[in-house]
């Protein structure tokens, strides 16, 4: 329950990155900055939690000891992730991105068997009856969706649809990954400031390409990827990668934790219509709503 707890109260701050990156795309800011400053900005932060805990030489030993595996599934898990979902903004409101974030339920579950080098007897029913309520979770999210698939172009659906689908699986495989490869040497904190260090290569040159083409950041941009960096970068990131630290040796309670982050469809709509002013949810979303949050209760009981 604990991990559960964590991973819903995980994707009440994730909810902010869809409505902020929405926000700042109406506000003319451009997707590339959007991207590379969160992780740009989670930096400094990160360093000094990780150094007042007396883990940075843990860390920085660990990058040296296996740099590539580092570089390559730390640009996945964050570079894919994040890149594609500042990009889906420009084309899609903050609704449309977060709930076709939520296939990373799926993908979750579809990329295990890929990393897995050998699972418990019992894994595999798990894995399908997680896969089956995560359907459920999805189905939900369909419902949201149809109440506005009239209103917006085959464009905004192909562009807005299309990277999130690719950062869906790319975060989960990602995460995945690098639990595995740091097994229990590194807590969660040392993990996120690693992975974060290992994809500056790829931040830098996204900011690199934005400052020669589109100029510098506004002063308004700078300030809400600021804000994305703590709200979502760290408290949100370090909230779930120590959720699924908790699961991560069983693929039913994994799937569960993953799950919770259906909540941020229910909580990027309040915050779009808060603060962006959408119109309020009809009969028909929260229908939705009510489905994904069957869907999350059933993830909890199964992997009790």
């Excluded at 903050?94 to 296939?103: C, D, E, G, H, N």
């Excluded at 790319?170 to 639990?179: C, E, H, I, S």
Aim: hydrophobic fraction near 60%; charge should be positive.
């Amino acid at each position: 329950m604990r991990a559960l707890f964590l991973g819903l109260l995980a994707s009440l701050f994730f909810a902010s990155t869809f409505v902020l990156n929405r926000l700042m795309e109406l506000a003319g800011g451009h997707w590339l900055w959007s991207a590379s400053l969160r992780y740009l900005f989670m930096l400094v932060p990160l360093l000094a939690i990780v150094a007042w805990r007396g883990k940075l030489g843990l860390v920085l030993h660990e990058l040296r000891q296996q740099p590539w595996q580092w570089l390559w599934w730390s640009t996945i898990g964050f570079g894919l992730f994040y890149a594609p979902l500042c990009f889906a903004a420009k084309y899609a409101p903050a609704w449309l991105v977060a709930s076709t974030w939520q296939i990373t339920i799926i993908a979750g579950a579809l990329v295990a068997p890929l990393l897995q080098s050998k699972s418990a007897p019992n894994q595999a029913a798990w894995h399908w009856r997680s896969l089956a309520i995560s359907g459920l979770i999805l189905a939900g999210v369909a419902v949201i969706q149809l109440q506005y698939a009239a209103t917006i172009s085959w464009r905004e659906v192909l562009l807005g649809f299309v990277p999130v689908v690719i950062a869906a699986f790319a975060y989960p495989l990602g995460n995945r990954a690098m639990m595995q490869l740091c097994g229990q040497r590194l807590a969660t904190f040392e993990r996120v400031l690693g992975m974060t260090i290992a994809s500056l290569p790829f931040w830098l040159i996204l900011a690199g390409v934005a400052a020669s083409t589109v100029g510098w950041p506004s002063a308004s941009q700078i300030g809400q990827s600021l804000l994305v960096a703590l709200l979502a970068g760290v408290i949100a990131t370090v909230l779930f990668f120590k959720a699924t630290d908790l699961a991560q040796h069983h693929q039913g309670q994994l799937a569960a934790v993953e799950a919770t982050q259906a909540g941020e469809v229910v909580f990027a709509l309040v915050g779009e219509i808060v603060l962006l002013n959408s119109p309020a949810p009809s009969a028909l979303t929260l229908v939705g709503i009510g489905v994904i949050i069957i869907g999350m209760v059933l993830h909890s009981w199964l992997s009790h």
